[in-house]
């Protein structure tokens, strides 16, 4: 029997519930209709009290949360739409991630953010938030891009003393399947070797990390054999399993999801440049989604963003510099 993202987040929770009573989950309709997306769903049965249902009001809920963390219970937040958290910006940023430095008291807070685009899901419902978050010290920022991830990583995140960004990729929900949830993990902070190779490094991570894999297949019928680096996590970032990779192979491509002004495949590569200039053979390049808002139409949203196509195309710039 296999199992999918969704359901290994699902599984995380109930687990985190089950072995510490200070875990509960606050959300927008989390409780017997079991969330947005059904990630929470029959949990408010099995764990009574203990998943609540949250006014439709982003900044209240953010607040409970983090009061509730100072308190010494360990909240998972969850968000119906990545982009709904900018409501609550305010107390992520400038309360939530310098409490610690402030107050010397912890925030151990889980923000769960389904991110990403569907087809037909429009500006609204399908940004990366991502880079906004990484932007702000204090802040853990994880993009889990396997089931596996998905399990570990947002049980991890819960065991954090620090406040946690977890961007859950909504296009991967029921389009990724395991046999099995993990018995063992990588640390979150730590990229992993997706696919090895020797001509060209492809750094990316959450739902661009299959489009990587299938253009680093194609590129094998043309004789390229092409490493991708699956972050994992964006902040902290494992720049030394980036240099590594780099220089194995000489040539960086960075892919990501998100918009291209800055962002996280704009500081890998400043980071190599910077650090590993003398690693390269050949002039870094990066692919991201289009600068402008993130369209309705399913033909014009898969011209938005990065696509195993789009990124061999990019691939074989590089390879070619």
Not at 4 to 9: G, K, S, V, W
Not at 51 to 77: H, K, N, Q
Request: one cysteine or more; proline letters at 7%; aromatic letters at 8%.
């Amino acid at each position: 029997m296999s199992i999918t993202y969704l359901e290994a987040i699902r599984a995380a929770q109930a687990r985190a519930l089950a072995e510490d009573p200070r875990v509960f989950i606050y959300g927008q309709d989390v409780g017997a209709f079991g969330g947005a997306f059904k990630a929470t769903k029959g949990l408010a049965q099995e764990f009574p009290g203990r998943v609540v249902d949250a006014p439709i009001s982003e900044d209240a809920m953010a607040g409970l949360a983090i009061g509730a963390a100072l308190d010494g219970l360990r909240p998972i937040l969850e968000m119906q739409f990545a982009d709904f958290s900018t409501l609550a910006f305010n107390q992520i940023v400038n309360q939530a991630a310098t409490l610690f430095w402030r107050t010397n008291v912890p925030c151990p807070l889980t923000l769960r953010l389904p991110c990403g685009g569907t087809a037909g899901s429009g500006p609204f419902h399908s940004q990366m938030l991502e880079t906004i978050y990484a932007h702000y010290p204090g802040l853990v920022v994880l993009t889990p891009a396997t089931v596996e991830d998905a399990y570990s990583m947002l049980l991890e995140a819960v065991a954090i003393d620090d406040p946690v960004i977890f961007c859950e990729h909504k296009f991967l929900y029921y389009h990724l399947k395991a046999e099995a949830l993990p018995t063992e993990a990588l640390p979150a902070n730590e990229a992993r070797i997706a696919r090895t190779g020797r001509d060209l490094t492809i750094v990316t991570y959450s739902a661009m990390v299959h489009e990587a894999l299938a253009a680093a297949e194609e590129l094998r019928g043309e004789g390229w054999e092409v490493e991708v680096v699956d972050l994992r996590s964006v902040k902290p970032l494992d720049t030394d399993t980036v240099m590594a990779s780099v220089a194995r192979t000489g040539r960086l491509l960075c892919v990501g999801e998100a918009f291209p002004w800055g962002g996280v495949t704009a500081e890998v590569v400043a980071r190599v440049v910077s650090e590993g200039f003398d690693l390269l053979d050949a002039p870094p390049m990066r692919l991201n989604a289009k600068d402008t808002p993130v369209p309705y139409h399913p033909n014009l949203w898969s011209a938005h963003r990065p696509t195993a196509r789009t990124v061999a195309m990019a691939a074989r710039k590089v390879l070619h510099s």
